[in-house]
């Protein structure tokens, strides 16, 4: 028999009243992924992830975590932790009683990792503080060491580095990145594509509750398009080349260069080519990051006829 | 150790300790009789209308007897409200529900640790106020004899035995309305709206009692079920409305309990 997968989800939706908040949502997360729950705000991140963590019912399909259902009771939260939202601690405690609390509603050997928790994440010398005078990225920090506490093989994190300063959020995801290179399953929500970029192997993109893409970042770098300028040593010829050659789309002259769309595959077969044709690049840039290009034509879509196709990545 | 509801009583007894109100309540319920004590040193006059009031000068073990009266219309109602209506709600105030919901605990024991220590707070304030009570009247009045309602005269060892299971009676209504708070807390996630809502209830029990035609309903009011201590205070003891308190009590305790806890294992946490 296998493992269950830490993260299963079938089918699962939310609707409330007229509002479907979460539409019909697959995924699978495996043993030792950092997965990115990636769209823009009010996509239906949050709602899944509560979901996820037993604190909503679902209005159908299901959430298993390491093959348990979170609806029959907080065992399947076992080995599970994270938070939704920004976490959110009592303010009349310390951080430290926070904390001490929190691992007593874990039991186990919860209480004996709160020095290690704390200095992981660098509150050790604040932890005597009451959390009311906390700031935004004290209680993030404070929020994951709450989850890290229950010792969880399943880190799942709402937005982690929203609200963060630079230097903030630059330290939080080293803080994922050390957190998953120990071995640790990562489902990370967000609405920075290029933080799920950096973090993320897997990704799944949600636009107004569903599923628009999953698979690996790679592959769907691979199948973005995205707007290129190109300037060669002949351009007449050029733009020639670029109406011949596949996967080159509407090619077309302005601003003294040629512009297209295009996934990197195709870029790369045509760079070729120009050479081939004595049409020398002399400058190939794309216009917009191509994966951002996608993103948002993933996420951005008119309602109804309009929406984007989904993606199909094997 | 295994997480159970007992973890949770510990920590919710810990997080009043932070508390302002759990202060506010206490006090109140230390400061009101002291207070009346201080009255009666320095007046002369006693409230006839009350059971007990007339003999506020010859014993101080009277004054607690008077307070348990008075206090039934509002104030030990208030103290009771201030904690109950507050311990589920203010975690909706404070966003914490889904931090303590996605640990160990089922919520049925999150949920039994708060009732827990919303009913040692009322059995704390309740017994505080007896005891300063009867510090406070003892100092003023002196520890003597108190006359019962039946008109005969008990030692002051026995009516302090008395006061004490006055006290425990007192607690039955106390207790019905601790989980008439925590219901509206748990339904209104809101913590000033079930403290008031639990006083409305109160108040609206004893105008019930007095509206023309209703007093067929008044051995069933939860407001008469203060009373009830008075029949330790005869001779013999009259059981009847002990015994009657013991049963109608638990008539609203438990349907508002069962209520308070089914909504609180069911709800969406979407909040916070």
């Known amino acids: ?314 | 150790m295994n997480p159970g509801i007992l973890t949770v009583y510990r920590w919710e007894l810990h997080k009043l300790r932070f508390q302002k109100r759990t202060y506010l309540g206490l006090g109140a319920a230390a400061i009101v009789p002291i207070l009346f004590a201080i009255a009666v040193s320095v007046r002369n006059g006693h409230p006839n209308e009350v059971a007990f009031g007339r003999y506020i000068h010859q014993t101080g073990l009277a004054i607690p007897l008077v307070i348990l009266l008075f206090g039934a219309v509002w104030m030990f109602p208030l103290i009771t409200a201030l904690v109950a209506g507050d311990i589920v709600a203010s975690e909706d105030h404070n966003g914490t529900l889904k931090t303590i919901l996605t640990r160990s605990l089922e919520r049925g024991q999150i949920f039994g640790g708060k009732v827990l220590a919303a009913v040692t707070y009322a059995v704390v304030a309740i017994l505080l106020n007896g005891a300063v009570a009867v510090a406070a009247g003892s100092l003023v009045s002196g520890f003597k004899p108190l006359t019962t309602l039946s008109g005969t005269k008990v030692s002051a060892p026995s009516a302090l035995g008395l006061i004490g299971a006055s006290l425990l009676v007192y607690l039955l209504p106390i207790l019905a309305l601790a989980c008439i708070g925590l219901l509206l807390s748990t339904i209104t996630r809101n913590s000033a709206a079930a403290v008031v809502g639990t006083l409305m209830f109160s108040l609206m029990m004893q105008l019930i009692g007095v509206l023309p035609g209703l007093g067929g309903t008044r051995p069933y009011l939860l407001s008469s079920q203060f009373d009830a201590w008075e029949g330790l205070l005869r001779q013999p003891v009259d059981w009847a409305p002990i015994g009657h308190a013991a049963w109608v009590c638990p008539l609203y305790a438990l349907p508002a309990l069962a209520a308070g806890y089914l909504v609180f294992l069911r709800r969406d946490v979407a909040g916070g």
């Open chain 1, 1 to 314: 028999m296998t493992a269950a997968a830490p993260l299963e989800i079938r089918g699962l939706t939310k609707v409330y009243g007229d509002i479907v908040a979460v539409d019909d949502v697959d995924l699978t997360v495996a043993e030792g992924n950092v997965y990115g729950y990636l769209g823009p705000n009010g996509a239906g991140k949050t709602t899944s992830l509560r979901m996820m963590l037993g604190l909503i019912r679902p209005t159908a399909g299901s959430v298993q975590l390491f093959g348990r259902d979170p609806q029959l009771g907080v065992r399947a939260l076992e080995g599970v932790a994270g938070f939704v939202e920004e976490p959110r601690f009592y303010p009349y405690l310390s951080g430290r009683r926070n904390l001490e609390l929190l691992a007593a509603f874990d039991g186990g050997g919860a209480a004996a990792r709160i020095d290690e928790v704390l200095s992981v994440v660098e509150l050790s010398d604040r932890a005597a503080d009451k959390v009311r005078g906390y700031s935004h990225g004290m209680r993030q920090r404070l929020g994951i060491a709450a989850a890290l506490v229950r010792g969880p093989r399943l880190l799942l994190l709402d937005e982690p580095t929203t609200g963060l300063d630079p230097a903030g959020m630059r330290d939080m995801r080293a803080l994922i990145r050390r957190l998953a290179g120990g071995g640790m399953t990562v489902v990370l929500s967000s609405h920075l594509l290029g933080e799920v970029e950096e973090l993320c192997d897997r990704v799944a993109i949600i636009r107004t509750g569903s599923v628009v893409y999953e698979g690996t970042i790679a592959e769907l770098k691979r199948t973005a398009t995205g707007a290129y300028r190109l300037r060669t040593t002949d351009d007449d010829r050029a733009l020639e080349v670029c109406r011949a050659q596949p996967g080159i789309v509407d090619p077309r002259r302005s601003a003294g260069a040629i512009h297209f769309n295009a996934d990197e595959a195709a870029v790369a077969a045509l760079s070729a080519a120009l050479v081939e044709a004595a049409a020398a690049p002399v400058e190939l840039t794309p216009q917009a990051a191509s994966l951002e290009t996608l993103f948002f034509r993933l996420t951005e879509g008119q309602d109804g006829a309009a929406a984007p196709e989904p993606v199909e990545v094997a």
